[in-house]
């Protein structure tokens, strides 16, 4: 009928009223070649739901957020892709019997060669992730170096709250007088 297994509910059960026993017994009803074709689905579904768009998803919020924690997280799932992407093509390949004569030993040096890129592809990602983040650790503080005003002006337009009370003439005073007094501590 084209279906993978067909799955009769009573009207009156609940909607997820299949035992685990029950689907047990189903599947082991199932041919072969259907068991196959469900493998392989729950394979490309879990490819594209749990893969792609999860990558897809991570990559948004990597643009909105800028955190290298997402990036690292997306760049984990991106992996999680690509090996399965190179040992579905490997596999693929191991399985096409028109070539067998170009591999007079055989196809299964295949599978250790497509794990060996995966795993490159993997320490390139993650060599470059710890390059970035140890070079941000050692990076002089942004902050440290702004002045006190600086930080008070950007602290006053990010909240504009905090400003709310005071005119322009005013909060530049409370800056100054806030600077200068920071310049010369034992004057206060």
């Known amino acids: 009928s084209g279906r993978l297994f067909n799955v009769q509910l009573d009207p009156g059960a609940a909607c997820c009223a299949l035992s685990r026993t029950t689907v047990h017994l189903r599947m082991a009803q199932l041919s072969p070649e259907e068991k196959g074709r469900l493998a392989s689905l729950a394979v490309r579904l ?3 739901l749990g893969g792609v768009i999860l990558v897809a998803i991570k990559c948004v919020a990597l643009v909105i957020s800028g955190s290298s924690l997402v990036k690292a997280s997306m760049f984990e799932s991106l992996s999680d892709i690509m090996s399965s992407a ?6 693929m390949r191991v399985q096409d019997a028109r070539d067998m004569h170009l591999y007079p030993t055989g196809k299964r040096r295949l599978a ?3 794990i060996l ?12 992730l710890i390059i970035q983040n140890l070079q941000a650790l050692f990076e002089p503080d942004e902050a440290a170096e702004e002045s006190s005003a600086a930080l008070l002006r950007r602290v006053f337009e990010e909240q504009p709250r905090l400003r709310r009370s005071l005119q322009p003439a ?4 409370l800056i100054t007088e806030y600077a200068d007094a920071e310049a010369a501590p034992g004057l206060t």
């Open 112 to 114: 250790p060669l497509g």
């Open 46 to 48: 879990s490819f594209w």
């Open 86 to 91: 190179i040992l579905a093509v490997t596999q």
């Open 117 to 128: 890129f995966f795993a490159a592809f993997a320490m390139s990602t993650m060599a470059g």
């Open 170 to 173: 005013q909060l530049d005073a």
